[in-house]
């Protein structure tokens, strides 16, 4: 089955600054890779995803890059806020069937003023 | 718009007591249903799917089982619950047939004393 790393665990930044969080996935029929932010005791939600197709997109101060010869992903933040301070969450499945999604670890993201 | 609900936000539940969390969507019609749990600074882990009303599949074989008696309903049950059920439980639905991300329910955090 599919299997997602995703490093760093912990990453502190100065406020402004960029952030970059990358994963790894081993199923090269994985076709669809969200990312998910966890605010503290609430449940995770999508703040950008991509498609096999596509290699880059961008929302505001959000990007996502995808290398699928090299099966990894990776989120880019910039000009961080404090309100960026969260757990972030890789993800991949997929496109067929019941589209399971398999998170990587999280990394826990903490901006510093 | 479609909305999913979660209860309860809370919940403390002694060794060998039995459990019932529920979960419904609305706004939708025969979506995909997923049971995650999270276990302290983890990530998330695949309990249960359900692509349609009565189909269950498990993920991984435990102390819990789940049931979906209605087409927007989504229900995690233990006839006996164990310490090491305690975590927090997050519900998710996606269009069914849609390749999209998940929306997250706000989870319920179970502990087992």
């Known amino acids: 089955g599919e299997n997602v790393e995703q490093h760093p665990s912990t990453l502190s930044v100065q406020e402004g600054d960029s952030a970059v969080i990358k994963c790894t996935y081993s199923d090269s029929a994985s076709n669809y890779f969200p990312w998910y932010k966890q605010e503290l005791g609430k449940g995770p939600q999508l703040i950008i995803d991509?498609?096999?197709?596509?290699g880059e997109k961008k929302d505001q101060r959000i990007a996502v890059t995808l290398n699928k010869t090299a099966k990894h992903f990776s989120l880019h933040i910039t000009e961080t806020q404090p309100e960026d301070s969260a757990v972030y969450f890789c993800?991949?499945?997929?496109?067929?069937?019941?589209?399971?999604?398999?998170f990587g670890q999280g990394t826990r993201l903490t901006i510093n003023p | 718009s479609q909305t999913i609900h979660q209860w309860p936000a809370t919940l403390v539940q002694p060794v060998g007591s039995p459990l019932s969390l529920e979960c419904t969507v609305e706004g939708t019609s025969n979506p995909n249903l997923y049971w995650y749990r999270q276990a302290a600074g983890r990530g998330l882990q695949l309990l249960f799917y359900?692509?349609?009303?009565?189909?269950i599949s498990s993920e991984v074989p435990q102390n819990l089982s789940a049931s979906r008696p209605q087409d927007r309903q989504f229900i995690l049950s233990s006839k006996k619950l164990l310490l090491s059920d305690s975590g927090f439980y997050l519900c998710?639905?996606?269009?069914?047939?849609?390749?999209?991300?998940?929306?997250f329910g706000s989870g319920t955090r179970l502990t087992v004393v």
């Open positions: 991509i498609r096999s197709n596509v």
């Open positions: 993800a991949a499945s997929r496109g067929e069937g019941a589209q399971k999604l398999v």
């Open positions: 359900s692509v349609g009303i009565g189909q």
């Open positions: 998710a639905w996606k269009p069914g047939g849609a390749r999209n991300g998940y929306t």
